[in-house]
C-alpha cells in the first residue's frame, strides 16, 4: 500500500499556476476546443440561442473554477439538463421559442437561489442517499430521450416541433429516409471517429482527443460541401441504384451567432412565477441540476490520483452561483 505524501499534492490557486503552467496552458487550450462546440451543442438542443452556452461556459470556466470545492472538475452547460429546459422553454413558451427562453432564464434564476440555500445548509451530502441504481436510470433516460431528439439533427431533417418523446422516436424512420445526405455524412463521419478512437491501441494517436479531431473533420466536411452557401444538389446522381430526390444545404445548418455579442443577453421574465409550470420547471432544474454536478463531483474524486475529496456543499453552492450570474 503506497501513500502520498503532502508535498506531492499539486499547489492550488495562483502558486499551482505559477508551477503548472506550462500544462494548464496546454491544457485549457486543448479544454477550449473540444468544449467550445461542446456548449454550442448544448445550448442549441436546450432550446437556447447557441450563445447562451457560451456565456455559460466562461463564467463555469472563470467563477464556478474558483469557488467551487472541486479540484477536477470543469463547469460549463449540463447535458443532463437538455431534457429539462429544452420541457420548460417548450412548456412555458407556448410555441413561441424566444418567450420560453426568458421564462426559463427566470425558472433557471430562481433554480439558482434554491441551490445557494441547499449548499449553505449543507445538502450536498444528501447525495449520498439517492440509489446509484435511480440515478442512472435518471441519466439513462436523458441519454435516450437526447438522442431521440438529435438523430433528426445527424440526419439533416427537422421534425415536428412539439413532438411527444414517442412521436419522435416514430418520425425516425421517416428521416431515414428523407435524410440530408451530405449533413449526414458529416454526422456519421464524428460518430465513426468517437467510436473507433476508443479502440485506437497508439499512444501517439490516442494524446489527440477524440472529439478535437471530431470538430475539424466537421470544419473540412462543411467547407467541403459548401455549407456557407446555400445550394441544391443531387447526391450520387449517377448510382442508378439510389431513389434520387433533391437535398438542399446552407447557412442554416451551420451555427449562427450575431455579430453583436451583446445582443445575445435577455433578461429574464418573471411574470408567469405564479404559474404551476414555472414552478415544475424550478424543481426539476433544481433537483437534477444539483444531482448531476454533485454525482459529477464524486465520479471526477475517484480518478484523483491525488485521493482529494470535493466539498459537496461548497460544490453546489457554487454551482448556484454560476447558474444565477449566467
Known sequence: MSTTLLADVPKTGIAGFK???????LSGFLVFLIALPLC???????????????????????LVSRINGSFMTINGPAAGLIVVVLGAVQELGEGDAMAGYRYALAAIVVASFIQILLGL?????????????????????????????????????????GSSLLSTIAQIPHSLINLNPEIAIIGFTGLAILILWS????????????????????????RYFDLDHEHMYLFLPDAHFL???????????????????????????FSKIASLEFWEAVVAISLVGSLESLLSAIAVDKLDPYKRHSNLDRDLTAVGIGNLVA
Open 243 to 269: 431513389s434520387h430526390h433533391e437535398a438542399t444545404v446552407g447557412p442554416t445548418f451551420l451555427v449562427a451567432i450575431s455579430e453583436n455579442f451583446m445582443s445575445s443577453f435577455y433578461f429574464p421574465d
Open 199 to 222: 479502440v485506437i491501441k497508439n499512444p501517439i494517436v490516442k494524446m489527440i482527443p477524440a472529439p478535437l479531431v471530431v470538430v475539424l473533420s466537421g470544419i473540412a466536411l462543411a
Open 19 to 25: 508551477e503548472n503552467w506550462r500544462k494548464d496552458l
Open 40 to 62: 454550442l451543442g448544448i445550448s442549441m438542443a436546450s432550446g437556447f440561442p447557441p450563445s447562451a452556452g457560451i456565456i455559460t461556459a466562461i463564467i463555469g470556466g472563470v
Open 121 to 161: 445548509f449543507k445538502a450536498g451530502r444528501l447525495s449520498s442517499f439517492f440509489p446509484a441504481s435511480v440515478v442512472h436510470g435518471m441519466l439513462a433516460a436523458i441519454g435516450i430521450i437526447i438522442m431521440a431528439k438529435q438523430i433528426h439533427v445527424v440526419l439533416g431533417v427537422a421534425p415536428e416541433k
